[in-house]
């Protein structure tokens, strides 16, 4: 094999250890926490920030640079517009630290477009692709989040009904029943009894969770207890029917989901398989893909190859997702 083969292979090796490294540090300064980490963060929302020498680096880095973004009116109207979907996340991150993170991201991928391809490449494909894409992987988490929430949710409701049939009042029944649960239903409701108690109305509150949440079943329960306090009553058979009905969609959506996996797989396998049979080429015969990168006709071919694509997978997607 001859030496530029082996500096690029080397070189691709250190650009690909490089983005592990970065990304490992990043998701585990900032959302790989113990759940007593998690809520010493919590509590440290409503208190002074102080920065400490346990505190990571990176992180202390990227708070001191989200701290310069709300210095700057323009930057912080830019980092404001990603609020919505942290908040959906928890509340884990400042929109100012997220418009950081998004720039490293950024720069990350531009240097390895750089590096596999031209630096031309690097600035028209690495940084928009870094920047858009941090909002991608952010999305797949409140994807996750939403779908944890669903799945715990009916659990929840049952040790609230538990506590109803104690003699306790749903409010005392909502804080038994997240006392010491660090999920995503026990960190939602957290959230509604401190608006509750600070002021408004505890249905609301409710339903900015299912709002928030994406939460079907939330706001059926919102109803549920609207009706129950209009017409009247046993709160308990209210929502104990509510809970049986959320258990059941659950169970369906998970047999559907188990249905539907070998679609899911092969759309996974389709749309890597491209990626893969390019980069194998690349590493072994590097000048056999170069004209189609640097030549007009290869330029077409790859626009049109990702368009397809796309296409396909769009179609691919909606066929494997069937709603419950």
């Given at each position: 094999?001859?030496?530029?083969?082996?500096?690029?292979?080397?070189?691709?090796?250190?650009?690909?250890?490089?983005?592990?490294?970065?990304?490992?540090?990043?998701?585990?300064?900032?959302?790989?926490?113990?759940?007593?980490?998690?809520?010493?963060?919590?509590?440290?929302?409503?208190?002074?920030?102080?920065?400490?020498?346990?505190?990571?680096?990176?992180?202390?880095?990227?708070?001191?640079?989200?701290?310069?973004?709300?210095?700057?009116?323009?930057?912080?109207?830019?980092?404001?517009?990603?609020?919505?979907?942290?908040?959906?996340?928890?509340?884990?991150?400042?929109?100012?630290?997220?418009?950081?993170?998004?720039?490293?991201?950024?720069?990350?991928?531009?240097?390895?477009?750089?590096?596999?391809?031209?630096?031309?490449?690097?600035?028209?494909?690495?940084?928009?692709?870094?920047?858009?894409?941090?909002?991608?992987?952010?999305r797949a988490r409140i994807r996750r989040r939403e779908q944890a929430f669903s799945d715990?949710?009916?659990?929840?409701?049952?040790?609230?009904?538990?506590?109803?049939?104690?003699?306790?009042?749903?409010?005392?029944?909502?804080?038994?029943?997240?006392?010491?649960?660090?999920?995503?239903?026990?960190?939602?409701?957290?959230?509604?009894?401190?608006?509750?108690?600070?002021?408004?109305?505890?249905?609301?509150?409710?339903?900015?969770?299912?709002?928030?949440?994406?939460?079907?079943?939330?706001?059926?329960?919102?109803?549920?207890?609207?009706?129950?306090?209009?017409?009247?009553?046993?709160?308990?058979?209210?929502?104990?029917?509510?809970?049986d009905t959320m258990r059941e969609r659950a169970y369906l959506r998970r047999h559907v989901?188990?249905?539907?996996?070998?679609?899911?797989?092969?759309?996974?396998?389709?749309?890597?398989?491209?990626?893969?049979?390019?980069?194998?080429?690349?590493?072994?015969?590097?000048?056999?893909?170069?004209?189609?990168?640097?030549?007009?006709?290869?330029?077409?071919?790859?626009?049109?190859?990702?368009?397809?694509?796309?296409?396909?997978?769009?179609?691919?997607?909606?066929?494997?997702?069937?709603?419950?």
């Amino acid at each position: 094999m001859s030496d530029p083969t082996m500096a690029l292979i080397a070189a691709v090796a250190a650009a690909a250890a490089a983005v592990f490294v970065i990304v490992f540090v990043i998701l585990q300064a900032t959302l790989g926490k113990t759940p007593i980490q998690r809520r010493l963060a919590a509590l440290r929302q409503f208190s002074v920030h102080r920065e400490t020498q346990s505190d990571p680096l990176l992180r202390r880095i990227i708070v001191a640079q989200g701290r310069r973004v709300e210095r700057r009116p323009g930057l912080l109207r830019l980092a404001e517009r990603s609020a919505p979907l942290l908040d959906r996340l928890g509340g884990k991150l400042r929109p100012s630290e997220w418009l950081v993170i998004r720039a490293i991201a950024a720069v990350v991928v531009a240097i390895l477009f750089g590096l596999l391809l031209s630096p031309l490449f690097g600035l028209l494909l690495g940084l928009p692709a870094g920047f858009l894409g941090s909002n991608t992987v952010l999305r797949a988490r409140i994807r996750r989040r939403e779908q944890a929430f669903s799945d715990e949710l009916p659990g929840a409701l049952q040790l609230m009904i538990s506590s109803l049939r104690s003699g306790f009042t749903l409010h005392q029944s909502v804080e038994a029943g997240v006392r010491d649960d660090d999920g995503p239903v026990a960190t939602e409701l957290r959230r509604a009894l401190s608006e509750t108690r600070i002021s408004g109305d505890f249905e609301d509150a409710l339903e900015r969770i299912g709002d928030r949440m994406n939460s079907a079943e939330m706001i059926w329960l919102v109803m549920a207890l609207r009706l129950q306090k209009e017409v009247g009553g046993s709160l308990v058979e209210v929502m104990q029917t509510t809970a049986d009905t959320m258990r059941e969609r659950a169970y369906l959506r998970r047999h559907v989901r188990s249905l539907s996996g070998e679609g899911r797989v092969s759309a996974y396998v389709l749309g890597a398989m491209p990626f893969l049979a390019a980069g194998g080429i690349w590493v072994t015969q590097p000048t056999y893909l170069t004209p189609m990168f640097h030549q007009a006709i290869g330029i077409i071919m790859l626009a049109v190859a990702i368009t397809l694509m796309a296409i396909g997978a769009v179609w691919l997607r909606a066929v494997v997702k069937v709603e419950v």
